[in-house]
């Protein structure tokens, strides 16, 4: 079952965020090209709970608007599930493609 989730969210990611081809050189950022880090929202009890009543509607607006105001894309809901997975779960395809395009890079991966 992990499996599946993890196959549709990066079938998804590929799909919805542009091409999956990897870069074959990385350029070191020098510290002129580096952009001062910007404040990121807290998120609160509410807006996970927007968050996840819009995953729930498939509002993928609404989960952008959870999203940028500062809601956390790994919270985890009913049964320990994040949004990703209740969208994958609901065949939600546009809300799934908002939560991997929109969640901020720091919450992929392990915690």
Same mark, same amino acid.
């Given at each position: 079952?992990?499996?599946?989730?993890?196959?549709? /969210?990066?079938?998804? %990611? /590929?799909?919805?965020?542009?091409?999956?081809?990897?870069?074959?050189?990385?350029?070191?950022?020098?510290?002129?090209?580096?952009?001062?880090?910007?404040? %990121?929202?807290?998120?609160?009890?509410?807006?996970?709970?927007?968050?996840?009543?819009?995953?729930? %509607?498939?509002?993928?607006?609404?989960?952008?608007?959870?999203?940028?105001?500062?809601?956390?894309?790994?919270?985890?809901?009913?049964?320990?599930? %994040?949004?990703?997975?209740?969208?994958?779960? /609901?065949?939600?395809?546009?809300?799934?493609?908002?939560?991997?395009?929109?969640?901020?890079?720091?919450?992929?991966?392990?915690?």
């Amino acid at each position: 079952m992990r499996a599946a989730v993890l196959l549709a /969210a990066v079938a998804l %990611t /590929a799909a919805a965020c542009g091409s999956a081809e990897v870069p074959e050189t990385y350029s070191t950022p020098v510290s002129s090209d580096v952009a001062s880090p910007v404040p %990121t929202p807290v998120s609160t009890p509410e807006l996970e709970g927007a968050l996840f009543a819009a995953v729930r %509607t498939g509002d993928a607006v609404r989960v952008r608007d959870a999203l940028a105001g500062g809601a956390d894309a790994e919270a985890r809901g009913a049964g320990g599930r %994040t949004p990703l997975v209740e969208a994958t779960k /609901a065949n939600a395809v546009a809300v799934a493609a908002a939560l991997i395009c929109t969640a901020p890079t720091d919450s992929v991966g392990p915690r």
